[in-house]
C-alpha cells in the first residue's frame, strides 16, 4: 500500500537553512503538497509541486522532486522562530482525493 | 470566512460513552474526510465523503460511525468509546479538481478515560 515515511525531529540555528525530507512509495502521485501545523491548529497548505516537476521555488521556500527515487524534499532559506511547526508532506492520485500523509517532522527554530 | 468548523475544541470521555464529533464547512466543497492524529504516525484517515449521501471507509474506521446528510455538514460518531481513541481528531474538505488543497478545522482533542 501507499507509505509516506519522514524523520520525527529537525532542529536548525535561526538564520540556517532547513531541509525536510519525504520519501513515498506510490508511483502514480500525481501531486505532492507540504503542509505546516502550527501548535493547537489544523494543517495549511505551504506549497505543492506536480509529480512532472523537478523543482518547485517560493520565496523561501524551495521544493525539490526525484520522482526516480520517491524523494521530495522542502528547503527554507532563512529559518526564522516563526518556522517552529510540525511538516507534513503528503500525496494524492489524480481522480482521487485520498491524501497520504507522513508522519510529519517536527522543526525546532534556536535563537 | 469560516471555512472548516469543528466543535467541540476539547472532550473528555468515559469509556464506553458515545458522542459526536462535529464539522462544518461553508466553501460548498464536495470532499470531506476525517483524520485522526497521534504522535509519530502523522494523520491517518477514519471516513471520508465524496458528496452528500456518499460515505467510504478511510484506513481506521473500526469504532467509528459517519453520515453526509448534507453538503456542509460531515459528523464522526464514536459509538462506544475505548482509550485507544485518545487523540486529536482534523476535518478536512476539498474542492473537486485536479490539484486541490485540503483545508482543515482547527480540531478537537480527545481524551477517553
Known amino acids: 500500500g501507499e507509505d509516506v515515511e519522514q524523520s520525527l525531529f529537525l532542529s536548525v540555528r535561526e538564520g540556517d537553512s532547513s531541509v525536510i525530507n519525504c520519501t513515498y512509495t506510490d508511483s502514480s502521485s500525481t501531486y505532492l503538497y507540504w503542509y505546516k501545523q502550527e501548535p493547537g491548529a489544523g494543517l495549511q497548505l505551504l506549497t505543492y509541486i506536480f509529480s512532472n516537476m523537478d523543482m518547485k521555488q517560493d520565496q523561501r521556500l524551495t521544493v525539490l522532486l526525484n520522482k526516480k527515487d520517491k524523494h521530495l524534499s522542502l528547503r527554507i532559506a532563512d529559518t526564522q522562530t516563526g518556522d517552529s511547526a510540525i511538516y507534513f508532506c503528503a500525496e494524492t492520485t489524480s481522480g482521487t482525493y485520498k491524501y497520504i500523509f507522513g508522519t510529519g517532522t517536527r522543526l525546532k527554530v534556536l535563537a | 470566512n469560516a471555512g472548516v468548523t469543528q466543535t467541540p475544541k476539547f472532550q473528555v470521555l468515559k469509556t464506553g460513552q458515545s458522542m459526536t464529533l462535529q464539522c462544518a464547512q461553508d466553501?460548498?466543497?464536495?470532499?470531506m474526510s476525517w483524520y485522526r492524529q497521534d504522535p509519530g504516525m502523522g494523520l491517518r484517515l477514519i471516513h471520508y465523503s465524496v458528496g452528500a449521501g456518499i460515505t467510504d471507509q478511510g484506513e481506521v474506521p473500526n469504532g467509528y460511525n459517519v453520515s453526509r446528510s448534507t453538503t456542509e455538514d460531515f459528523p464522526l460518531r464514536l459509538l462506544s468509546a475505548a482509550p485507544s481513541q485518545t487523540s486529536v481528531y482534523f476535518c478536512a474538505s476539498l474542492a473537486s479538481g485536479m490539484n486541490t488543497e485540503a483545508f482543515f478545522g482547527q480540531g478537537t482533542r480527545l481524551t477517553v478515560v
Open positions: 466553501m460548498n466543497h464536495e470532499y
